[in-house]
């Protein structure tokens, strides 16, 4: 087991690091490999595809059972097909699933039709793993719609996965995950749970990995997976409760090692590209990053900002109350005068928290939760500005963290819905993770502060957005019970952001929706 220590958490990532040359060349020779013959299939925690682009994407799985080879990497087959028709193969190769990390495999496809459905599978042997279906982006043009769902907080033992059975039904086009895949926590003891793992609080590489592998044996989630490319970004609970950049709240020993182990289980359980963990190397030995935010562009519809608001924040009772770190700031800024210039219809700023406020009545700085935006107005306020200088189309903010629906117009001054709208606000409730919050203290909370139109905490769930030129139609999917498998599901609500305006319900009797 891999003890997050200094000593021996850097001898390990050096040798990731002489690995990297392995690592980057999608076929590998023979010499670096070992034939595994596994009694029982290898692929029992599912596939996944990702970072997607007009004219590719990655494939993801991990190798599961007993004594994989633990010197060399194993080799792994995969094809891409006609999605109705997985005969006519459009495109193979095989990928190395080494041991350093975890037997993940990370393949990258390039070279094929834009936008454009594909199905996928792969093959060690005589097992082959369930069929997937991932997409090819747009290149040029405004497509006439696309439609994405957004989901967040999947605490494994507050509930069973039943919103993925019923996103898969929804039929996105891409998902956006953005935070709190997996809790850190050591199995629960609330009477609230209704199912447990029986793990450890994560402190190891192994402790992380093992709480990766029991999220992804739910076979809703790996339905979800294998039914289109998801865009992934982390919160707190990859790695633990509340910490701010390199900064514990718990003052955890060797923490700057520990976030490291995290970020790299991270890694081999994402569909990220080989070159998020290659670039990261460097950064890992150093105890600084291992960079996750990106840009997606879909056609001129829309461009997605995926940011990191973990790696980079200085903790909240620090002097500079950064959330983004200069860097990424800059890049961001960068983004939306891109997307002005260009003409792109939505500017999608995909985030892990609330950016409007939640202290209206306070003002800035004042009675501020100290892990969210309000606790970094001057973050915020730089984010304002950015808008208000590029003038962007239309944005779109979309959040997660609070497990709570949460709808509301972003101000050019956040303390003064006098002044111009610069952003609608959809920060999603919880997969299935509890609020401890009662519905009638949210609304209570929530008519102090007026740019905010829905708040609800009693449901768990996702949203579904469709896109046109014209429109986004925002639905808020919620479960009738978590605590089923076999929960329905309704809409709580729905909301229009009409092209040039402010968020604002589809109809009034979303309004008056009580379920």
Not at 9 to 26: D, I, K, S, V, Y
Not at 300 to 315: E, K, M, V, W
Not at 487 to 514: N, Q, Y
Request: hydrophobic residues 35%; proline residues 6%.
């Amino acid at each position: 087991m891999m003890r997050a220590h200094p000593c021996g958490r850097r001898e390990f990532l050096l040798g990731l690091a002489a690995f990297a040359t392995h690592l980057a060349t999608p076929r590998s020779g023979t010499g670096a490999t070992e034939a595994w013959r596994p009694e029982r299939s290898p692929f029992t925690l599912g596939i996944a595809s990702g970072s997607p682009t007009s004219d590719g994407f990655v494939l993801w799985t991990r190798l599961m059972g007993e004594n994989p080879p633990k010197g060399h990497a194993v080799l792994v087959d995969w094809e891409v097909f006609e999605p109705d028709d997985p005969a006519r193969i459009l495109a193979r190769g095989q990928t190395p699933a080494p041991p350093e990390l975890a037997h993940s495999v990370h393949a990258e496809v390039a070279g094929l039709a834009a936008d454009r459905w594909y199905g996928y599978r792969f093959r060690l042997g005589e097992w082959v793993s369930a069929i997937g279906k991932t997409r090819t982006l747009p290149k040029a043009g405004t497509p006439a719609r696309m439609r994405f769902a957004y989901a967040s907080c999947q605490h494994w033992e507050h509930g069973f996965y039943a919103g993925y059975r019923h996103m898969r039904d929804d039929n996105p086009d891409l998902v956006l995950f953005v935070g709190d895949y997996i809790y850190e926590y050591a199995s629960s003891t609330s009477e609230f749970a209704v199912r447990h793992h029986r793990l450890p609080v994560a402190r190891t590489l192994e402790d992380y990995r093992a709480h990766y592998a029991i999220y992804k044996s739910d076979p809703w989630l790996q339905a979800m997976h294998a039914h289109c490319p998801w865009l992934v970004i982390w919160d707190d609970h990859e790695v633990e409760n509340d910490y701010a950049g390199l900064s514990s709240l718990y003052s955890t020993e060797h923490f700057t090692n520990l976030r490291a182990a995290a970020y790299q289980a991270y890694y081999e359980h994402m569909p990220l590209r080989p070159s998020t963990m290659l670039a990261g190397v460097e950064g890992l030995l150093s105890g600084k990053e291992l960079r996750i935010y990106d840009r997606v562009e879909y056609g001129g519809l829309a461009t997605f900002h995926l940011l990191d608001c973990r790696q980079y924040r200085n903790p909240a009772a620090g002097e500079s109350r950064d959330m983004l770190g200069k860097p990424q700031e800059r890049w961001l800024d960068e983004g939306i005068g891109q997307c002005a210039r260009q003409g792109v219809h939505w500017n999608v700023v995909v985030q892990q928290n609330r950016v409007s406020p939640a202290n209206y009545p306070s003002g800035a700085g004042k009675n501020a939760s100290a892990d969210r935006w309000d606790s970094y107005h001057q973050s915020r306020l730089r984010l304002i500005g950015s808008l208000v200088r590029h003038k962007p189309r239309n944005t779109l903010i979309i959040g997660g963290d609070i497990h709570q629906n949460w709808v509301a117009r972003l101000h050019q001054d956040p303390y003064d819905i006098r002044s111009p709208v610069v952003a609608s606000e959809f920060v999603g409730t919880s997969i299935t993770s509890r609020m401890g919050r009662s519905q009638k203290e949210a609304e209570r909370h929530a008519a102090q502060n007026p740019q905010c139109l829905l708040v609800n905490t009693e449901k768990r769930g996702y949203g579904m957005v469709e896109l046109t030129p014209e429109r986004a139609e925002v639905a808020l999917r919620v479960l009738e019970d978590p605590r089923r498998e076999d929960s329905g599901i309704a809409t709580l609500a729905r909301f229009v952001v009409e092209d040039g305006k402010p968020v604002r319900f589809a109809d009034h009797e979303s309004i008056r929706i009580r379920i």
